[in-house]
């Protein structure tokens, strides 16, 4: 990623969306969400955390979860789930899997973000060109992730930067 990402004069605060049923506290704090074995297409996601000054958010909480690729939520461990801090320059980084369907929903990862102290923002990440997203009740396109080009044989990219309400 480059040092800092193009930022318009005064960028709104990413839109916020329903948690779902599915959130489960305490997941391990870690970058990869997948479990060894686990199938489905590898995606990397990365981006940065802003505030709405266009500045990197240090130490900024996210935490994820999302469907397996066959559309499930794993409700008793942790298998595609956990949580990580922005780092200095408000970089975030994700390894995961495309997430599958599961009915009445287009493919999308659940995100919490909240800076240090700052109020905290539920969100939803979703993914272009999918057929569902028209379907779908809660898709947002202001939330879609931008593919990045990805060389033959490696993981599928993707990027998203969050723009949170700081404190101060």
Avoid: K, M
């Amino acid at each position: 990623l480059p040092a800092t990402p193009e930022c318009d004069d005064d960028p709104a605060p990413t839109e916020a969306q329903t948690e779902g049923p599915f959130f489960t506290p305490d997941a391990p704090e870690r970058v990869d969400l997948r479990d060894p074995g686990l199938p489905g297409e590898p995606l990397s996601l990365a981006g940065f955390v802003l505030d709405r000054s266009c500045q990197p958010v240090a130490g900024a909480l996210l935490e994820f979860w999302q469907a397996d690729a066959g559309g499930a939520y794993d409700n008793v461990g942790f298998t595609l789930r956990g949580h990580q801090f922005s780092d200095a320059e408000g970089r975030w980084r994700l390894e995961t899997v495309v997430p599958g369907l599961y009915p009445g929903r287009t493919r999308h990862i659940h995100v919490r973000a909240q800076p240090a102290g700052g109020p905290l923002l539920v969100t939803q990440l979703y993914f272009p060109d999918e057929p569902a997203n028209g379907t779908d009740g809660i898709f947002d396109p202001a939330l879609l992730v931008e593919w990045a080009e990805t060389p033959v044989g490696e993981p599928v990219r993707a990027t998203f930067d969050f723009v949170l309400e700081t404190p101060g």
